[in-house]
């Protein structure tokens, strides 16, 4: 066999003898010409090993964590808490934040601080406005076939009902253009809940939501909750 | 009951990031160069991981995938920069990083590596382009394999054990004029 490449030597280093050619390995132990370069490229590369790397400061952990954390808000739950219904998740979700805390009343458990409810309701928020936007899409794509549209007004009114129990921390603690939106999606919601089924409606709902881009704005809104 | 555990979830990302954090930053900051750099790449691995946490299948341990990305974001973060540097300059495409390296002052723990072999080894991988230098970093210190290499890069087998072997050349050149003084 002819001495190695250094590709052939390569390979034996990074990749052991599968990649080699075969013989390789057998041509290492007895070649002393080959088992000098060998050597030779072992030690180049066994440099790269004692090249140091800054060792962030003591706090690292933390600041990633503090730099991290605003974002990881909402987790993925579409996938993970499909079998619940969303409804009953956000209802219960805003009872426990808003409604089941008379200020007066010793609360056994340790009660949520300030932070962690407005994380919990924007969370809340950002879920119901991304199930706003899911529908409005299908409400967008429906054919004109009134079977398809029970199921989908069911939803629509569940999301109504569910933004008028969030009314009360919205009004309070909202950014007003977020409200406009929410109060915009409302409406459109509320019409499609009540829709007959006519395909002349169908049309016309799908109209009133291309308008005024209101899909878009659901969006934007939904991102900078997130 | 779904509060808490929304809120259990996140204290799980919280521990996966200091976990993670040190390991992600080390390899960012090989692929780099940059301490800064590696800083904002490893908040972006998390935020990247946070929002594709549905994606991961558990095929992969929890930190080969979050390596996945970091390596990913580093390798995007020196093309656009790259890019942009060619959009002003008219640069070429095979240029070594060494000439698009941002102009920042060192930081303090910087200045703290600047001994002989930081001097020696980094302009070395400086030639490197993005492509080798990231395919080396994973081949080299995160002993990644080679399919694997392709599949983080997204790139052929070929094209990933040819970045590697280039980067190996490459450096093995530029080491020349060490290696013979050590002899
Ligand atoms: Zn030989």
Redesign the interface.
């Known amino acids: 066999m002819n001495h190695l490449s250094e590709e052939d030597l390569i390979l034996l280093y990074y990749y052991g003898e599968s990649d080699a050619p075969e013989g390789a390995s057998e041509h290492l132990r007895t070649c002393t010409e080959c088992n000098q370069a060998n050597a030779a490229l072992h030690a180049s590369m066994e440099m790269f090993d004692t090249l140091p790397v800054p060792e962030p400061r003591p706090s690292f952990e933390a600041e990633m964590w503090a730099r991290v954390a605003p974002a990881a808000v909402a987790p993925r739950r579409r996938s993970r808490w499909a079998w619940l219904p969303a409804f009953a998740i956000t209802a219960a979700l805003i009872a426990a934040v808003i409604l089941v805390r008379p200020p007066s009343q010793p609360v056994a458990a340790a009660p949520l601080t300030d932070e962690a409810r407005q994380r919990i309701l924007t969370m809340t928020l950002a879920d119901h406005l991304d199930r706003t936007q899911m529908l409005l899409t299908e409400f967008e794509n429906t054919a004109d076939n009134p079977t398809d549209l029970e199921p989908l007004q069911a939803r629509a009114q569940d999301l109504v009902d569910e933004s008028r129990l969030m009314r009360q921390w919205l009004e309070k603690g909202t950014q007003p253009n977020t409200l406009a939106v929410v109060d915009e999606a409302d409406r459109i919601l509320t019409e499609a809940a009540n829709a007959g089924g006519h395909p002349e409606d169908l049309r016309m709902l799908r109209e009133r939501i291309g308008a005024d881009s209101l899909l878009f704005k659901v969006r934007v809104v939904e991102a900078n909750l997130r | ?3 808490t555990e ?2 259990t ?2 204290e799980e ?2 521990a996966l ?2 976990r993670h ?2 390991p992600l ?2 390899l960012a ?2 692929i780099t160069g940059s ?1 800064t750099d590696a ?1 904002d790449l ?2 972006e691995t ?2 990247k991981a ?2 594709q ?2 994606k991961f299948d558990g095929r992969a341990s929890f930190g080969t995938w979050l390596h996945r990305i970091c390596a990913n974001c580093s390798l995007d973060l020196l093309r656009s920069r790259r890019r942009r540097q060619d959009a002003d300059s008219g640069g070429d495409e095979d240029e070594p990083m060494i000439n698009r390296l941002p102009a920042t002052s060192p ?1 303090p ?2 200045l ?2 600047s ?1 002989e ?2 001097r ?3 302009p070395a ?1 400086a030639e490197l382009t993005e492509m080798e230098r990231t395919a080396f970093v994973l ?3 995160d002993g990644m394999a ?1 399919e694997e290499i392709a599949v983080t890069l997204g790139v052929q087998t070929g094209a990933a054990k040819h970045s ?2 280039r980067a ?2 490459k ?2 050149r530029a ?1 020349e004029p060490v ?1 013979r003084t050590n002899v």
């Open positions: 009951m779904n509060g929304a809120i979830s996140r990302f919280q990031v200091e954090a040190r930053f080390r900051y090989r301490d800083e490893v908040q998390f935020l946070w929002r946490i549905a930081s723990e910087r703290a590596l001994d072999i930081t020696t080894l980094e991988l081949r080299h210190y080679i590697v072997f190996v050349q450096l093995r080491l290696a």
